[in-house]
């Protein structure tokens, strides 16, 4: 049922409009008080709590570390492919490959 106010015809009562403004504001009044208990922890904190060792050299190196090294990645690969190798590696290894070569095409192709 529509009601005319200043002129302007509305759907909402006044009454309406108070209790919606108010359930917002105690939502996020909510989600800031719960935010620390609902939101994971952010990496500096996670760093704060961990030893100051230096990580583990079993962490796969990444495609970027290959792109910019692709003799390594083309090592790591044909161990990869002999088996003498495994893990992450080697696909991130393959993929730096892959798009090391893509780029020297490219760059060929437009006479770069």
Do not use: W
Not at 27 to 32: E, I, Q
Not at 57 to 81: K, L
Not at 84 to 110: H, M, P, Q, S, W
Request: aromatic share 8%; proline share 4%; hydrophobic share 45%.
């Amino acid at each position: 049922m529509a009601r005319q106010v200043y002129g302007v015809t509305t759907m909402f009562s006044v009454g309406t409009i108070v209790i919606v403004l108010v359930t917002l504001l105690i939502g996020f009044a909510g989600g800031f008080i719960l935010r620390p208990v609902i939101a994971p922890m952010q990496q500096a904190d996670v760093d704060t709590f961990t030893s100051p060792v230096a990580p583990a050299s079993s962490q796969a190196r990444g495609t970027q570390y290959f792109m910019s090294h692709i003799d390594e990645a083309r090592q790591v690969v044909a161990g990869c492919r002999d088996g003498t190798v495994r893990g992450g590696e080697c696909a991130n290894a393959e993929e730096a490959i892959i798009k090391v070569d893509a780029e020297e095409r490219r760059r060929r192709f437009l006479g770069n």
